[in-house]
């Protein structure tokens, strides 16, 4: 499972570790700030580009570390709304990035408020009945460079997009940790991750404006809870009660609702913002009156936001969302008992949007063109 690349991509040091390193080859420190900017404001794809360093230095670099960790494979764009960009890694895995535009009213397409959906590993051991992710298990976890470097990606691609000379900064608004992978089951590398794109000599973005997902692994959302970083968290209920959330989720016999529902609290009153509680909408699973009510007293209580998301089928998997008239029954039931509550419009179904779904049709298609 743990797959070890022959060299550690080079996104996935900070600037102090790189430091440690260039100053133990007999480098000045500053090396590492010359670095540092070729990697987060150039975006180089080649050593040769960093014109400021002897060459010496750059071959050492070439050879300690991986530059380029994820591959370009394809995007696939739905609406104009979400872009999905399939990255493969050193091992052949594919994993997706996905780029969400939510169009403003009275401005163009390029000023469009974007977020950044990121995925933490290749597959998820968490085995959700409903989720393209979790269909096949885990295979790895993707290290800290390889989390990094699909930023680098979608700065890339929204370079060549708005045909702008490369930006210094990322234009981006949002960025969510909800691609494929449990992210605090890989906790050490998405820590390390979301410090460098929020580190001023990294991409400088701000943690406010970053929300991690996660299915509920109660001691990591403790200890998440402890993070300097301040990031925003966001729990995957999926259901009201213990019955009906471990018929598809089965993490729920471990940590139930008893454990989970005081970390979210801790986590909130810790940081002293709304946590979100993600629900997605399961046809005859999960969207009775008799859920909504008690979802709206769970919400109620922890002061929580409400994110409903009306299910997205994957192939092969028997589960349906509602219909519209169904859906909006059970937000007004939140609404009116005086949670914050959204229903999703869902944004990208065309192109798979729902986690994984992209990758595990291009898996298929390849080991079909293999046997
Ligand atoms: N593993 C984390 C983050 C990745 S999944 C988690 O589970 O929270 C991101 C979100 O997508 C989760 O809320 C997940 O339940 C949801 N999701 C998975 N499959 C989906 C589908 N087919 N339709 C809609 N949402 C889905
Ligand atoms: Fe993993 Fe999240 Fe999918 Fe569950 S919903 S299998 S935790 S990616």
């Known amino acids: ?78 609406e104009d709304v979400t872009d999905k960009l399939l990255l493969e890694l050193g091992d052949r895995s594919l994993i997706e990035t996905v780029i969400i535009r939510a169009p403003q009213l009275g401005v163009g397409q390029e000023n469009s408020r974007k977020t950044i959906c990121i995925s933490t590993q290749v597959g998820c051991a968490m085995g959700c009945k409903f989720c393209a992710s979790g269909l096949e298990g885990l295979k790895r976890n993707l290290s800290a460079g ?20 490369r930006a210094e900064l990322v234009s981006f608004d949002n960025l969510v940790v909800m691609g494929m992978g449990e992210p605090l089951h890989n906790y050490d590398a998405i820590i390390r991750a979301l410090t460098i794109l929020n580190a001023g000599w990294g991409l400088g973005f701000g943690a406010r404006r970053i929300t991690l997902s996660t299915s509920g692994l109660v001691p990591k959302i403790k200890q998440l809870a402890d993070e300097p970083l301040g990031i925003r968290l966001a729990v995957s209920l999926h259901g009201a009660t213990d019955e009906v959330r471990e018929q598809i989720m089965p993490i729920n016999k471990k940590w139930p609702l008893k ?18 509680l993600e629900f997605i909408l399961i046809s005859d699973v999960n969207d009775s009156l008799e859920q909504a009510q008690k979802l709206r007293d769970i919400a109620y209580d922890l002061h929580a936001h409400v994110n409903l998301i009306p299910y997205n089928t994957v192939e092969g998997l028997p589960w349906k969302r509602p219909g519209l008239t169904r859906q909006k029954r059970f937000a007004r039931v939140l609404f009116d008992g005086g949670v914050s509550v959204t229903l999703r419009r869902e944004k990208g179904h065309a192109i798979d949007a729902a986690c994984g779904q992209l990758r595990l049709k291009t898996e298929k298609a390849r080991e079909g063109a293999v046997g």
């Open 146 to 165: 390889e989390i990094v470097h699909q930023l680098i990606q979608v700065c890339r691609q929204e370079d060549s997009r708005t045909l702008r000379a």
């Open 259 to 276: 454990e989970l529902l005081p970390a979210v609290r801790e986590f909130s009153e810790k940081h002293g913002r709304m946590a979100t």
């Open 1 to 78: 499972m743990l797959f070890t690349p022959e060299k550690p991509a080079i996104h996935g040091e900070t600037r102090d570790s790189l430091t440690a390193r260039l100053q133990a080859e007999g480098h000045p420190a500053f090396r590492a700030r010359q670095i540092l900017v070729w990697l987060y404001k150039k975006r180089v794809r080649t050593w040769d580009e960093m014109t400021n360093l002897s060459r010496p230095l750059r071959a050492w670099l070439a050879a300690t570390f991986e530059l380029e960790p994820t591959r370009f494979v394809l995007t696939r764009q739905s």
